[in-house]
């Protein structure tokens, strides 16, 4: 789902009521949802429990600074984007704010057009990455078959020789080394179907001694014997 349809939640953090007034007026808009707090462990809490994509977070408050709400947040949620206002500039915090994790560092007075800039940068870019996983969720659909997944050309040509084979061959011989996955095509239970054997079988093709015909395997599955009667044309086989 999109930013514009999801909508983005924003927490605004900050002792002065004036500047929490001032973001929800400079930022309203309709994808955008603004919770505000006023003292730094209601702000924690809030944004523990509700998960804003976006905090404004005022550096200094009483009780808790901004840079420990700043770590707390990004320990619980470390996707939040957490910008840090302050009215008390000094290059050794806005080093320290950036090391800790915060995506950026403005000033107070506020600057209405460079915090619109932002957070709508902000937006956009949420807005991308959900497309991004819904394509991402789209992709592992298509490229999930049968319980296998894969997303190489082989492995797609794998898949789409499986199908177009399915439905005209009972009997199918998968090779290849110890190790490159050919149980898990040998075992496709439709393969296994038929009007005189309708429920799916899947051998242990790695217990397998050498059969002697289509009709009759002897299943050696950790040193047990036992055997299978298959009718004719409906088994897979893989060495």
Not at 103 to 109: E, F, H, M, Q, R
Request: charged fraction near 25%.
């Amino acid at each position: 789902m999109s930013a514009e349809k999801r909508g983005v939640l924003l927490l605004a953090v900050d002792d002065d009521r004036k500047s929490l007034e001032l973001i929800e007026d400079a930022l309203s808009r309709d994808d955008l949802t603004i919770l505000t707090a006023t003292d730094p462990a209601s702000g924690l809490e809030m944004a523990l429990r509700r998960r804003p994509e976006i905090v404004l977070l005022d550096l200094v408050m009483p009780q808790m600074n901004g840079i420990r709400v700043l770590e707390q947040i990004l320990a619980a949620a470390p996707a939040t984007e957490v910008i840090l206002i302050t009215g008390h500039y000094s290059a050794e915090s806005a080093v320290e704010a950036i090391r800790k994790g915060a995506s950026d560092y403005l000033t107070k007075p506020l600057s209405i057009a460079r915090l619109r800039e932002r957070v709508d940068a902000l937006i956009a870019e949420f807005g991308q990455r959900q497309r991004a996983l819904q394509l991402d969720s789209e992709m592992l659909k298509t490229c999930k078959f049968q319980g296998m997944v894969g997303r190489s050309i082989l492995m797609l040509a794998v898949f789409s020789r499986i199908r177009r084979a399915a439905p005209h061959f009972k009997t199918a011989l998968v090779t290849g080394a110890t190790g490159t996955g050919k149980e898990p095509p040998a075992g496709l239970s439709f393969w296994m179907r038929s009007a005189t054997f309708p429920w799916p079988l899947r051998p242990n093709c790695c217990g397998c001694s050498k059969p002697g015909s289509s009709s009759a395997w002897d299943l050696r599955p950790r040193g047990r014997r036992m055997s299978a009667w298959l009718p004719p044309r409906t088994a897979i086989y893989a060495r």
